[in-house]
């Protein structure tokens, strides 16, 4: 017995002793063994009076039927002489006298399973065959074939057939074999196929024998890692293989960057010769490596979804810039040298498609019915071929030819350009954003009523439903109430329906269609109420405890339109030509005039719209005001240019908004209204205006990174290590001047992340404020920690010499922090040294030098809050950038103005001074994160000075206690 089938007997056994299970086991072995007479057709082999050979055995019945058929051939083939080819479609079987039939005894069972007799007679019959397929690539034709073999077949069998079946035919004394990928083992050509239980998914390589000898080291560049790897490679390895060796010598395998890796080789000889050493194989259709992405070195990574019809194969062929390696190929198809470059790179790039397109039963609406599609495009499909493969994926209706792709700009991109080499020659910074795919635009002639000089030449998606290019040309004209209007044919003066599309009703290129209003309507007046896109914005009462906000919620009802011109007081208030009060329709009606730009006036509303208004509002109020309405008896042409004024301006207004401010940073809804306002409006009417705000979205988001791109003429001044380094460097062994330097680095870095919002409303001390204050609070967290390890520090060493060397540490960082005009840690360092706890210690105090107790009395005149620290405002007023401003003093300052100033007027009107005030503040603050400073960051110091280990207040001065105990009065 083997081990499986005892474990199997033992499994079904009753409940017992050992002793008698293994006797059990011991008297099935010895005593119980079936005598079995075996007979062999006729008509496989003749024996004595026309009778077939018959053979006796003895078997234990615990023994499997596929080990007992393999030793009854045997025996057979010994004594009778009989060809394998003839006993391997050979099966037992026995007769069943009651169904008067034959049973076949399957190979995966054991004999005792089918109750027969201890002496019993079985037949050698030939089985039916059952066949299956197998895919079987030769990578020098660059071709595969599908081959059926059944049951009988051996390895040798299916390599005949391929070498035969193959065009052109292979010569078999060349030595070829088949090699199975899934296992990575060459087949034995006298083995059965069966024997191998293949999978479904397998494929085998019939591959051309090479000398094992040939072997060499190549040199592999990484650039994602920037590395590169020396192997060793056999010639009769593949591709494949070698990325799998590559993927074992590279940090973190399993990471998502490795997943769409491949090897490309630029040869170090001429182009021509190496595309002539592979223009002998014909280049035929393969099937994609995806099929088996068992061989593949990365087939157990995850990715997005990859169609392999994205690219086909290219020829073998080395340009000027190489050729991609494939991973089922070997190595000695490419006739490598030690020369040549090798890159492990990407060569499938992951992106995101929008596709907007409206089927022809589309019900309406500016939505369309497709879902984002995510592809792998290959590094050498051209454009044209991506647009293909979108319209099969998607199904969409039309011809290939009649879509186009599209940045969000609008902006087609050419079809017969490589999709990579086209986005990377583009875009400065590399393209993240989605692309859009959607048909290409046909000219339409479009007009307005029966205004003569209306008629304009409209590009247009003649798949779109028609309520798109009615809403479209109610703003072009500036016609208010969308809903009284429709679209006419000029062809036969019918009305076309809004819900299918142009091309559904006929409606073909250069021909007329004219803006007319709806039956039984006269054409209404141009002054009307909301537009119905901004109906879906919602709207927020003001949050404000003033009990003037309730004579503003009503202006939320009037459309900035119906607001009127200028009519001081009533809503809006001047001094000195300056805007000091005014309703909120009339501050957005400002910021966005076609007559003036006040670029200060922008920015003053946007930093402190918050205090009056919620951001819901502002969108609301903007698209309101993007909507431009015709006054009445205003020309097309003026019109046309103060829509485009206005419209611009509007845009740019939400550009700033969403740069300056983080209402955006946490509200989705927000976002996503301010992406659909783009994405179905603006990019009808100023598609080269959408990218600037929709990156900065997207920025928020977290779809794109924007790059820095502040750089710096001048080198850093060199880092100043410690004159004789150890193995275990502690903060103070490094230079004063280079401890300043460490900490202004990651100050400054909290500092300039502060948004203006942030100080607006005194958030970092009101409690339902706080969450937009969050980089404040970050900052004054640190600030405060600072000033804890300041004493910490100092109170750690026990001796008194060492006491004063600390604090003559702390005020040469404070000298430097001066000369760096880091005002903010600055005060901090000094506030350590002046805590009650260090400040005590006079016997550390009297061992400083003379010079240095001289610096640090100069020093804490800048913390005296004396004149509300006037020395120290004169000194930050005088710092050139780089300065870190101490937040102290715009923080009291904003402080004053909010609680000193009403949001409102006594006749409801916001308080626009009050706006201008503040701004002041917070523009003399932002303008100081503008230079951030030239230093070089020092990892080890760095990373110690990012998190403090301090003693609490209570706890610093019990140990100054200790340190120095109080001295008896005498």
């Known amino acids: 017995f083997g081990a499986g089938e005892v474990l199997s007997l033992s499994s079904s056994f009753p409940k017992g002793g050992r002793h008698q299970l293994r006797n059990f086991h011991r008297h099935s072995m010895l005593s119980d063994l079936f005598v079995v007479t075996v007979s062999l057709p006729a008509e496989i082999c003749q024996g004595q009076k026309g009778r077939g050979a018959v053979l006796k055995f003895r078997f234990s019945p615990y023994t499997h039927i596929e080990f007992l058929r393999v030793a009854i051939l045997k025996q057979f083939r010994e004594r009778c002489d009989i060809p394998v080819q003839q006993l391997s479609k050979l099966h037992l079987c026995h007769y069943l006298e009651e169904e008067e039939g034959w049973e076949w005894l399957e190979e995966d069972q054991m004999l005792h399973l089918y109750q027969l007799p201890s002496e019993c007679k079985l037949e050698l019959k030939a089985l039916e065959p059952v066949y299956r397929d197998i895919r079987v690539v030769i990578p020098q034709l660059e071709c595969s074939l599908s081959v059926e073999y059944d049951q009988f077949s051996t390895v040798g069998d299916v390599l005949r057939q391929v070498l035969n079946t193959s065009d052109p035919p292979l010569d078999p004394s060349l030595g070829y074999s088949l090699y199975h990928v899934r296992l990575r083992t060459n087949l034995d050509v006298c083995d059965s196929m069966v024997h191998y239980q293949f999978l479904p998914n397998d494929v085998l390589e019939c591959r051309l024998s090479i000398k094992k000898q040939q072997s060499m080291i190549l040199s592999v560049k990484i650039p994602s890692i920037q590395s590169s790897r020396k192997v060793k490679v056999s010639l009769d390895e593949t591709v494949g293989e070698l990325m799998s060796t590559l993927l074992r010598r590279v940090p973190d395998p399993d990471d998502h960057r490795w997943a769409h890796m491949a090897l490309h080789l630029t040869p170090h000889t001429p182009a021509s010769s190496l595309s002539a050493s592979f223009s002998s194989a014909p280049h035929q259709p393969l099937l994609p490596s995806s099929s088996y992405s068992s061989s593949s070195a990365y087939s157990s990574m995850s990715g997005p979804p990859f169609s392999p019809l994205a690219t086909a194969p290219p020829p073998l062929t080395a340009g000027p810039r190489g050729v991609w390696m494939e991973d089922y190929k070997f190595l000695a198809a490419y006739k490598l040298k030690p020369s040549d470059t090798l890159e492990f790179k990407p060569k499938y790039r992951p992106m995101t498609f929008e596709v907007r397109v409206f089927p022809h039963d589309h019900s309406g609406g500016y939505e369309s019915p497709y879902a984002n599609s995510e592809l792998l495009v290959a590094q050498d499909a051209l454009i044209s071929e991506v647009v293909d493969l979108l319209c099969n994926s998607c199904s969409l209706e039309y011809d290939p030819r009649f879509y186009g792709l599209f940045l969000h700009d609008d902006t087609q991109l050419p079809g017969d350009v490589a999709m990579w080499d086209y986005l990377d020659s583009h875009m400065t910074t590399g393209y993240q954003d989605s692309l859009v795919v959607h048909m290409i635009y046909k000219p339409l002639q479009v007009s307005f009523q029966n205004e003569p000089d209306s008629a304009v030449v409209l590009l247009t998606d003649f798949s779109q439903p028609c309520q798109v290019l009615r809403d479209q040309l109610c703003r072009k004209y500036g016609v208010r109430r969308y809903d ?22 006929g409606v073909l290129e250069q021909e007329n269609v004219a803006l ?58 001047f001094l000195h030509s300056r805007v000091v009060g005014a309703t909120f329709n009339k501050l957005v009606e400002k910021i966005t005039s076609s007559t003036e730009h006040d670029m200060e006036f922008v920015k003053t509303f946007l930093l402190t719209y918050q205090s009056f208004a919620t951001p819901e509002r502002l969108l609301h109020k903007l698209i309101e005001r993007y909507n431009v309405v015709r006054p009445e008896g205003v020309s097309l042409r003026e019109f046309t240019q103060m829509r485009q004024t206005i419209q611009v301006r509007v845009i740019n207004a939400m550009k700033h908004w969403v740069e300056l401010s983080v209402d955006f940073k946490d509200d989705v809804l927000l976002q996503n209204n301010v992406l659909n306002f783009i994405d179905t409006v603006v990019i009808l009417d100023h598609p080269r205006f959408c990218k600037p705000l929709r990156n900065n979205i997207l920025a928020i988001k977290g779809v794109i990174q924007k790059k820095n791109l502040k750089t710096f003429r001048d080198p850093p001044p ?72 300041v004493a910490t520090t100092i109170l750690s060493q026990r001796d008194v010499q060492e006491r004063a060397k600390r604090i003559t540490d702390f005020v040469l960082i404070s000298e430097h922090l001066h000369h760096m005009h880091n005002f903010c840690t600055l005060l901090s360092v000094l506030n350590g040294l002046e805590n009650p706890a260090i400040t005590r210690l006079h016997k550390s105090f009297s061992k400083l030098d003379k010079h240095i107790s001289k610096k640090l009395e100069d020093l804490q005149k800048l913390a005296r809050p004396g004149d509300h620290f006037k020395i120290l405002r004169e000194d930050v007023k005088r ?92």
């Open 879 to 970: 710092a050139s950038n780089p300065c870190i401003p101490y937040l102290g003093l715009y923080m009291s300052d904003l402080t004053f103005l909010d609680n000193g100033n009403p949001n409102f007027h006594e006749d409801g009107l916001i308080n626009f001074s009050k706006c201008r005030l503040i701004y002041q503040q917070i523009r003399d603050l932002i303008l100081r994160q503008d230079k951030p400073y030239n230093f070089e960051e020092v990892p080890a110091l760095h990373e110690s000075l990012m998190k403090f280990n301090f003693l609490d207040a209570d706890v610093l001065y019990d140990v100054s206690l200790q340190r120095e105990p109080r001295e008896r009065k005498q």
């Open 718 to 789: 060199p880092v100043k290590f410690p004159a004789t380094p150890t193995h275990l460097l502690g903060v103070f062994d490094f230079d004063p001047e280079e401890i300043a330097r460490q900490l202004t680095i990651i100050d400054f870095a909290l500092f300039a992340k502060i948004k203006p919002c942030e100080l607006l409303n005194q958030a970092w001390q009101k409690k339902k404020y706080k969450h937009r204050a969050q980089n404040i609070l970050r900052l004054a967290d640190r600030l405060n920690n600072l000033t804890l390890w």
């Open 516 to 573: 007319v209003p709806t039956d039984g309507e006269e054409s209404p007046h141009l002054l009307p109420s909301s537009p119905s896109l901004c109906s879906s914005t919602s709207i927020e009462s003001v949050h404000s405890n003033d009990s003037r906000v309730s004579m503003m919620l009503g202006e939320e009802n009037v459309n900035i339109w119906d607001e009127g011109p200028d009519n001081p007081p009533k809503n809006i208030r």
């Open 484 to 505: 009284n209007y429709t679209l006419q044919y000029a062809g036969g003066g019918i009305k076309l329906n809004l819900q299918l599309s142009l091309h559904n009703q």
